[in-house]
């Protein structure tokens, strides 16, 4: 039999945002955002619990909480600009479309109409219709019922766990281009007004909006599982030494991968009259008992419950938990109650399938409709197990700041973007932008770290990059930065001596160059008198005078020293300075080596690179020299100035020093004097240091990196530690990580999407924020990412077919890649 729509449509009005039923009952909505999957502890989920719990005993007799979460397939789709770089748009395709669930999470408060009668299947709106109230609620009934609903978002609220959003009147009701919440549950589908309208129909299962849906019902206590409780095991990511925990409810939400809604319903009684009423219901069955052991034990059941409601304090609900599923694909409908079955497994429950009532329970999910649910598929329990079944937990966010980089949902690998360094700053989480990274060999360290630079870079952040191992090569000359390496063809070069355009000799740039002679003249254990400090001073002073008078001489070591053996030393002279306060003879001998003809001529006396101020990314490759006694302490001085110049003339511009492998840094004094120095003062700054290392041994026998890297740096970044299970609580002690933070840890990469390549990081901000994210990237970043010798020759080879330029060679490599797969 057909109905017309309006007939039987139960929402009278939308009055004052609230939601007014045709028999009196009214409805206020929220939209609830929820903690994000996998970042909650077990301490968390019991306080999250608590929190619904105390909420939930805030609400009136007569009021239903309908809790539904909406999970709705979707492809990843970018926001496309037109300043957009070359990996940005590599990224943009590679991701396009990618598969993912949007959540969103709403909270229907309804008011039952006072002497309202209790719905069941046979007495269903959707059956037969009422006619209005002739008093539909007055003033004070709806400022009440808006007071009580407040209260319980304000409890919410104030857990830290949910903001609760009060939906408008045009968030319920449809506009042009946009459906509202009404119009979305009738065609089951998103917000937006592309959709194929069809005819609700009930004789053949459940369709709606053209899409044919299957009801499954938790309404029956004989079908649920014998224990919940907040949280469960999530096996996938659990090890020998840790347990990893999601929401009870979690197989129903998130982790169930198709279009589905969660309905959550509560019916609040008066406790009075729910205990007399199963009082009663016992001393029938206690006359009955004698003639089934089924009413015996259904007898003692009773006797339990109001035992434990009278001398425990619970609070008697009736509650009902359904899960609508459907699909647009045809061949996937066959695969539903498989999905279904499997979650609902997971959770100990049986699978029923709604048939003869879904009908019914669809229409009472109707917001607004909440008191028309048919009782008869309800069940009696306490809240305490009620809000096992809720679910608790959404997908990952993106943040809305424009600093930070893109990495994937642990679940569905769909892109975020993550700012580690800003946002943490203004919320309080962190107290610096520094940054620790550990990761053994293999585990993507280096991979992960060149997609942090690169996003940075972009986004306007000057870098200075300490390396060993040539990992950043290829970003290097992507972005045309400038690459500092030795070898004995090209040897290393720089320039101390050369004052930009613009710039000028200060206080910082003179005692930068005192540093760098008195580390050429001294050895380490040796100590260097005043006189001496304030003749290199004079000796500056009066060498950039001449500069000045002759603009002809190129500013380097090697005319520094032509103006020593013979200005200066005049000037000592007249001055008649004596030897034991400075020994003009001794200073010019031990720096010979590094004037023309000398044996490190090359080393100060370079005629490019010399802008350094305005380069925004330089790499610093030390790995054939970090055991040079001469050549490493006179790079890691001017690593000192290179930077600390950028830090205190670049106004405003984000800075970030990255120190690779740090413990062949460390090992030496003078770089860890600086190291120390950088992670407590460069914060303030606008700028960032950042320490990777991959041994543990490396970090423990440090007490650098023990007390002033890891003491001032609130974000740690950790990759796959499975190879240090056994003796993990050592890291765990030195870091100060959380035991919901070393589960997290352990987890990574133990249960990777065959289907695609990636790896797994651990991010911590400040001890607060803890979560685990996909490391997955295009095929262009991949290979200017790349460390593996084979593929940076292929690389290489294909750059070289293009004069050279990586970024055309990439793209050759891609479609080649491309077309062998096909």
Not at 681 to 701: H, N
């Amino acid at each position: 039999m057909e109905k017309r729509l309006e007939d039987i449509y139960p929402i009278l009005e939308i009055s004052e945002d609230c939601l007014l039923s045709r028999r009196g009952d009214m409805t206020l909505c929220f939209e609830l955002q929820l903690p994000e999957l996998f970042t909650l502890s077990d301490e968390e989920y019991e306080a999250f619990h608590q929190t619904w719990l105390k909420a939930i005993r805030s609400l009136a007799a007569d009021t239903v909480l309908c809790k539904q979460d909406w999970f709705l397939e979707r492809g990843f789709e970018a926001e496309q600009g037109i300043d957009d770089s070359f990996f940005t748009r590599s990224s943009n395709r590679f991701f396009n479309e990618r598969p993912y669930l949007k959540h969103h999470c709403y909270l229907l408060l309804t008011r039952k109409a006072k002497g309202r009668r209790e719905s069941t299947s046979l007495f269903s709106g959707l059956l037969r219709s009422s006619p209005v109230p002739p008093a539909l609620l007055d003033t004070q009934t709806l400022q009440d019922f808006r007071d009580m609903a407040g209260q319980f978002s304000r409890i919410l609220e104030d857990s830290g766990f949910v903001q609760c959003t009060a939906l408008r009147e045009e968030s319920l009701y449809s506009e042009k281009g946009k459906k509202g919440l009404l119009e979305r549950y009738l065609t089951l589908s998103g917000e937006s007004a592309a959709v194929m309208y069809g005819d609700l129909n009930f004789e053949k299962g459940l369709m709606a909006g053209g899409k044919q849906g299957r009801l499954y019902t938790l309404g029956d206590a004989a079908d649920l599982p014998g224990l919940c409780g907040s949280r469960v095991n999530f096996d996938k990511y659990s090890t020998d030494k840790t347990k990893f925990s999601v929401g009870f409810a979690s197989p129903l939400g998130q982790l169930l991968s198709c279009n589905h809604i969660y309905s959550q319903y509560l019916f609040i009684g008066d406790r009075v009259r729910t205990l007399q009423r199963i009082e009663s219901k016992r001393l029938r069955l206690q006359s009955l008992s004698a003639y089934s052991r089924e009413n015996l034990l259904a007898r003692d059941a009773a006797n339990d419950f109001l035992n434990e409601a009278i001398s425990k304090g619970r609070l008697p609900v009736k509650a009902h938990f359904n899960l609508l599923v459907w699909s647009d694909d045809r061949e996937e409908e066959k695969e539903l109650k498989k999905k279904v079955s499997a979650a609902l497994s997971q959770m100990d429950a049986i699978v029923k399938e709604e048939t003869v009532g879904a009908p019914q329970i669809y229409w009472a999910g109707l917001p607004g409709n909440a008191a028309d649910f048919p009782m008869n598929d309800t069940f009696d329990t306490f809240a305490q197990q009620a809000v096992c079944f809720l679910n608790l937990e959404t997908g990952y966010r993106s943040s809305l700041s424009p600093c930070g980089l893109r990495l994937g949902d642990r679940l569905t690998g769909k892109p975020v973007h993550v700012d580690i360094s800003d946002e943490p700053v203004r919320q309080g989480i962190c107290t610096n932008r520094n940054k620790f990274i550990l990761g053994p060999s293999g585990s993507g360290k280096s991979f992960f770290t060149n997609h942090m630079l690169r996003s940075y870079y972009e986004q306007g952040t000057h870098i200075v990059l300490v390396d060993v191992g040539h990992s950043y090569k290829g970003l290097c000359d992507l972005v045309k930065g400038y690459y500092f390496t030795y070898s004995e063809a090209d040897p290393i070069r720089f320039n101390q001596f050369y004052i930009g355009e613009g710039d000028r000799l200060d206080t910082e740039k003179k005692e930068s160059i005192k540093t760098l002679l008195l580390a050429l003249w001294k050895k380490d254990n040796e100590t260097f008198k005043r006189s001496e400090y304030v003749a290199l001073s004079n000796a500056l002073q009066q060498y950039y005078e001449k500069l000045e008078r002759q603009p002809e001489l190129f500013p380097c070591f090697d005319t520094f020293y032509d103006f020593l053996t013979a200005d200066f030393t005049r000037s000592l002279e007249g001055d008649k300075v004596k030897e034991k306060d400075f020994d003009i003879d001794n200073f010019l001998y031990v720096l010979r080596p590094y004037y023309h003809g000398g044996e490190f001529d090359y080393l100060l006396n370079s005629r490019d690179n010399l802008e350094l101020l305005q380069e925004r990314f330089i790499v610093f490759e030390l790995d054939n020299i970090k055991d040079h006694p001469i050549l490493f302490p006179v790079v890691t001085i001017i690593i000192m100035e290179v930077f600390i110049s950028k830090m205190r003339k670049l106004k405003g511009v984000r800075k970030m020093i990255l120190i690779e492998e740090a413990w062949k840094a460390i090992a030496r004094e003078g770089m860890a004097e600086y190291i120390k120095y950088l992670f407590k003062t460069v914060r303030k700054f606008y700028g960032e240091a950042i320490v990777v290392t991959q041994e543990v041994e490396d970090i423990i026998s440090s007490p650098v990196v023990k007390q002033a890297i890891i003491n001032n740096s609130d974000c740690k970044i950790l990759l796959d530690q499975s190879k240090y299970q056994n003796k993990f609580d050592q890291i765990q002690e030195l870091l100060g990580l959380t035991e919901k933070e070393k589960a997290l840890v352990l987890s990574v990469n133990r249960a990777n999407d065959p289907n695609h390549n990636y790896k797994e990081v651990f991010i911590s901000l400040g001890g607060v924020l803890s979560k685990v994210y996909r490391t997955e990237v295009s095929p262009e970043e991949y290979l200017a990412y790349t460390t593996e010798e084979r593929e940076k020759l292929r690389v290489h080879e294909a750059a070289a077919r293009f004069g050279g330029d990586i970024r055309k060679g990439i793209q050759a490599l891609v479609r080649e890649m491309r077309e062998n797969t096909i």
